[in-house]
Protein backbone atom coordinates (compact mmCIF):
# COMPACT_ATOMS: atom_id res chain seq x y z
CA UNK A 1 0.00 0.00 0.00
CA UNK A 2 1.41 3.04 -0.83
CA UNK A 3 1.61 5.75 2.20
CA UNK A 4 3.24 9.03 3.44
CA UNK A 5 5.23 9.14 6.26
CA UNK A 6 6.48 11.91 8.38
CA UNK A 7 10.37 11.78 9.40
CA UNK A 8 12.40 14.35 11.25
CA UNK A 9 15.85 14.88 11.60
CA UNK A 10 16.56 15.80 15.26
CA UNK A 11 18.90 18.59 16.35
CA UNK A 12 21.35 16.26 16.77
CA UNK A 13 21.51 14.41 13.51
CA UNK A 14 21.65 18.33 11.99
CA UNK A 15 24.94 19.01 13.73
CA UNK A 16 26.18 15.78 13.49
CA UNK A 17 26.29 16.47 9.89
CA UNK A 18 24.32 13.40 9.10
CA UNK A 19 21.36 15.10 7.13
CA UNK A 20 22.94 13.42 3.87
CA UNK A 21 23.29 10.16 5.12
CA UNK A 22 20.00 10.09 6.48
CA UNK A 23 18.40 10.86 3.37
CA UNK A 24 20.15 8.55 1.72
CA UNK A 25 19.16 6.14 3.60
CA UNK A 26 15.23 6.66 2.63
CA UNK A 27 15.63 6.92 -1.06
CA UNK A 28 17.58 3.47 -1.39
CA UNK A 29 14.95 1.58 -0.09
CA UNK A 30 12.63 3.67 -3.15
CA UNK A 31 10.93 6.08 -0.61
CA UNK A 32 10.13 9.63 -2.65
CA UNK A 33 10.69 12.55 -0.97
CA UNK A 34 7.98 14.64 -1.13
CA UNK A 35 8.56 17.34 1.09
CA UNK A 36 11.32 18.99 3.04
CA UNK A 37 12.05 22.07 5.29
CA UNK A 38 14.72 23.09 7.82
CA UNK A 39 13.39 24.83 10.60
CA UNK A 40 13.65 26.22 14.74
CA UNK A 41 10.62 23.69 15.55
CA UNK A 42 7.90 25.94 16.82
CA UNK A 43 7.06 25.09 21.31
CA UNK A 44 2.83 24.78 20.17
CA UNK A 45 4.06 22.79 17.26
CA UNK A 46 6.39 20.71 19.45
CA UNK A 47 3.27 19.79 21.96
CA UNK A 48 1.11 19.39 19.72
CA UNK A 49 3.48 16.60 18.24
CA UNK A 50 4.56 14.96 21.74
CA UNK A 51 0.97 15.74 23.49
CA UNK A 52 1.02 11.70 24.53
CA UNK A 53 4.05 12.11 26.39
CA UNK A 54 3.27 16.08 28.23
CA UNK A 55 2.79 13.67 31.74
CA UNK A 56 6.18 11.98 31.44
CA UNK A 57 9.16 13.58 33.47
CA UNK A 58 10.67 13.39 30.32
CA UNK A 59 8.49 16.00 28.66
CA UNK A 60 10.22 19.18 29.25
CA UNK A 61 13.77 17.35 28.37
CA UNK A 62 12.45 16.56 25.01
CA UNK A 63 10.81 19.57 24.08
CA UNK A 64 14.10 22.09 25.45
CA UNK A 65 16.46 18.87 23.25
CA UNK A 66 14.27 19.65 19.84
CA UNK A 67 14.35 23.15 19.76
CA UNK A 68 18.21 23.30 21.31
CA UNK A 69 19.19 23.43 17.19
CA UNK A 70 17.46 23.33 13.69
CA UNK A 71 15.29 20.42 12.50
CA UNK A 72 14.36 18.80 9.33
CA UNK A 73 10.93 17.58 9.40
CA UNK A 74 10.05 15.53 5.27
CA UNK A 75 7.10 13.63 4.05
CA UNK A 76 8.15 10.65 2.28
CA UNK A 77 5.63 8.27 0.21
CA UNK A 78 5.83 4.85 -0.99
CA UNK A 79 4.65 1.44 0.06
CA UNK A 80 4.04 0.81 3.20
CA UNK A 81 6.40 3.89 4.02
CA UNK A 82 5.75 4.11 8.05
CA UNK A 83 7.11 0.51 9.09
CA UNK A 84 9.58 1.42 6.25
CA UNK A 85 10.87 4.07 7.60
CA UNK A 86 10.53 2.77 11.08
CA UNK A 87 12.52 0.15 10.88
CA UNK A 88 15.45 2.19 8.69
CA UNK A 89 15.12 4.28 11.57
CA UNK A 90 15.85 1.33 14.59
CA UNK A 91 14.78 0.70 17.24
CA UNK A 92 14.63 4.09 19.71
CA UNK A 93 16.32 2.56 22.39
CA UNK A 94 20.00 2.98 21.47
CA UNK A 95 20.99 -0.84 23.06
CA UNK A 96 18.15 -2.47 20.65
CA UNK A 97 19.09 -0.66 17.71
CA UNK A 98 20.82 -2.75 15.00
CA UNK A 99 23.69 -1.80 12.97
CA UNK A 100 22.55 -0.87 9.79
CA UNK A 101 19.58 1.43 11.07
CA UNK A 102 20.09 5.05 11.22
CA UNK A 103 20.08 4.90 15.22
CA UNK A 104 22.23 1.98 15.55
CA UNK A 105 24.78 3.49 13.46
CA UNK A 106 25.15 6.68 14.83
CA UNK A 107 22.49 7.67 17.72
CA UNK A 108 24.68 8.23 21.12
CA UNK A 109 22.10 8.15 23.75
CA UNK A 110 18.55 6.83 23.78
CA UNK A 111 17.51 10.86 24.27
CA UNK A 112 19.59 11.97 21.60
CA UNK A 113 18.70 9.20 18.81
CA UNK A 114 18.97 11.28 15.10
CA UNK A 115 15.26 10.79 14.08
CA UNK A 116 11.65 10.65 14.28
CA UNK A 117 8.88 8.53 11.92
CA UNK A 118 5.14 8.34 12.57
CA UNK A 119 4.24 5.06 13.87
CA UNK A 120 0.75 4.37 12.20
CA UNK A 121 -1.08 5.42 9.38
CA UNK A 122 -3.00 7.97 12.02
CA UNK A 123 -0.13 9.63 13.62
CA UNK A 124 1.56 10.06 9.96
CA UNK A 125 -1.48 12.44 9.03
CA UNK A 126 -2.06 13.88 12.53
CA UNK A 127 1.73 14.70 12.42
CA UNK A 128 2.23 16.25 8.55
CA UNK A 129 -0.74 18.30 9.30
CA UNK A 130 1.21 19.70 12.25
CA UNK A 131 4.50 20.13 10.06
CA UNK A 132 3.38 20.63 6.63
CA UNK A 133 -0.20 22.82 6.93
CA UNK A 134 0.66 23.90 3.52
CA UNK A 135 1.44 20.30 1.66
CA UNK A 136 -1.22 18.44 3.01
Known amino acids: MIERTLVIIKPDGVKRGLVGEI ?7 NLVLKSIKIIYADIDVLKKHYYEHIDKDYFTGLIDYMMSGPIIPMIWEGENAIKLARAINGDKNIEKALPGSIRGDFATT ?11 LESAMRESKLWFPEFI
Open 23 to 29: IKRYEQK
Open 110 to 120: TTYNIVHASDS
